[in-house]
Structures are given as C-alpha cells and as structure tokens.
C-alpha cells in the first residue's frame, strides 16, 4: 500500500481498495486526489481489458478519498461513470477534484486515465457525510 498521504486517509491490506492494490499518489485536503491501479489478471473481464466494475471501483475510491479527506466521513449517494476507451495498459489513474462541498453532501468529479494518458472513463459522485 501506498504511504499514508493524508491524516484522514487509512489503509488496509484487507477490503476492496486493498485487495486491488490502489495507491493514493497525491492528496490535497479536501480538494484533489490522485489514485494509481495496476491492471493485473484479477482486474480484467472475458475480453482481456479491464473490468467496468474495476474501473468504477477506482474512481468510486478516489473520490471517496478526497471526500474523507476533508475529515469527515462520507459514503457514495450516487455516482455515474462514462466509459469512453478500452482501458487497456499497465496502469490506470484517476484524478479527482471536489466540486462543491456543503453541510451533508459534496459533489466531486474524477477522471480515469490510461498509462498512454488517454481519458478512458468519467465520472461523477454525490457524497453522503455520515457524521
């Protein structure tokens, strides 16, 4: 795992940002994240490019990262992703921002890059803040 980029942030080797190896890259509280997958065999679907399912995992984590990095503790509303390339490649990157922050919920946007750099999902979430 990662080293610890921000206070708010834990890790662990078990759940599913564990088991799919994500590495928090760069955080900025409350405003960006940067979050790295390796595409290994247990990321791929039938057709050898990796999953939807894995993709929407990564930028669901990303986002939700830089949610909890404002130090409160938020769970996914809603999210809608957009897939626009075959995410093929060693690595994908997603790089998230925070849209708009307020007392129960924030909104944030995140997109998903290939190692060629190439955009190959989007993404939007509501954040619902537990605490």
């Known amino acids: ?14 759940g599913f940002i564990g088991n799919h190896n994500f590495e928090l890259v760069d955080c900025k509280e409350g405003k960006t994240a940067v979050v790295k997958a390796v595409i290994d065999d247990k990321a791929l679907n039938p057709y050898g490019i ?22 409160r503790k938020a769970v996914t509303l809603s999210a809608n992703i957009t897939y626009l390339k075959p995410s093929v490649g060693e690595y994908l990157v997603a790089n998230c921002e925070m849209i708009k922050n307020g007392k129960t919920t924030c909104f944030l946007r995140c997109n998903i890059y290939n190692d060629k750099d190439f955009l190959v999902a989007t993404m939007d979430g509501n954040y619902y803040y537990i605490d």
């Open 1 to 14: 795992m990662a080293e610890k980029k921000n206070k708010y942030i834990d890790y662990t080797d078990s």
């Open 50 to 71: 990796a999953h939807g399912g894995f993709i929407f995992g990564l930028g669901d984590s990303a986002m939700g990262m830089v949610a909890r990095s404002t130090g």
